[in-house]
T-cell receptor
Framework: ETGVTQSPTHLIKTRGQQVTLRCSSQ?????VSWYQQALGQGPQFIFQ???????GRGNFPPRFSGLQFPNYSSELNVNALELDDSALYLC?????????????FGPGTRLLVL | DQQVKQNSPSLSVQEGRISILNCDYT??????FLWYKKYPAEGPTFLIS?????DKNEDGRFTVFLNKSAKHLSLHIVPSQPGDSAVYFC????????????????FGKGTKLSVKP
């Protein structure tokens, strides 16, 4: 069973630029969630996608957007990058079905905004 | 306002002894709780979960206890091993209609566990 993968592992951008982060879900999973983890903090929920539609959103501005594709892979897009967007971005996948659902995380993408 | 609190930033334990990591929550709507372990440069790894209909769940060396009246849960690791040294996150959510967690996991800030040989 293939685990959750994310790309790239590291990224450096400048303020005002746009960035796209990618995630491949674990095999058999149909739900993907994105989290932002700042240094010394726990992960914070950005949004979740189920069957290619946004299915819940945390307290993040609209410049954070996402997509889920038919193969359940996903993208996180951030426009107009700000210095505070520097963080570890985590993708988690899960399988929504009748016997419970646990989110499994990828290794993350570390984004640095200069 | 932090809904999930891990008040101990760090914990040091001798190999072979018990490690007890604590977590408190404020939102009474939470009914599904998870513990994750995180090594540097890796994503969080799922350890164990518990739903609010239980007060204990055990998996090998890991046991999670839930006290709903106190809004408190704890993770016990027995016996502790040096490989357990990592940051441990407590997370909570409202259970989905199928059980398990759904969507918005709320995390604590983590507790760094050091297990000394």
């Amino acid at each position: 069973e293939t685990g959750v993968t994310q790309s790239p592992t590291h990224l450096i951008k400048t303020r005002g630029q746009q960035v796209t982060l990618r995630c491949s879900s674990q095999s058999g999973h149909n739900t993907v969630s994105w989290y932002q983890q700042a240094l010394g903090q726990g992960p914070q929920f950005i949004f979740q996608y189920y069957r290619e539609e946004e299915n819940g959103r945390g307290n993040f501005p609209p410049r954070f957007s996402g997509l889920q594709f038919p193969n359940y892979s996903s993208e996180l897009n951030v426009n107009a990058l700000e210095l505070d967007d520097s963080a570890l971005y985590l993708c988690a996948s899960s399988r929504r079905q009748g016997s419970g659902e646990t989110q499994y995380f990828g290794p993350g993408t570390r984004l640095l905004v200069l | 306002d932090q809904q999930v609190k891990q008040n101990s930033p760090s914990l040091s334990v001798q190999e072979g002894r018990i490690s007890i990591l604590n977590c408190d929550y404020t939102n009474s709507m939470f009914d599904y709780f998870l513990w994750y372990k995180k090594y540097p440069a890796e994503g969080p790894t799922f350890l164990i979960s518990i739903s609010s209909i239980k007060d204990k769940n055990e998996d090998g060396r890991f046991t999670v206890f839930l006290n709903k009246s106190a809004k408190h849960l704890s993770l016990h690791i027995v016996p502790s091993q040096p490989g357990d040294s990592a940051v441990y996150f407590c997370a909570a959510s409202v259970a989905g209609i199928y059980g398990g967690s759904q969507g918005n996991l709320i995390f604590g800030k983590g507790t760094k566990l050091s297990v000394k040989p």
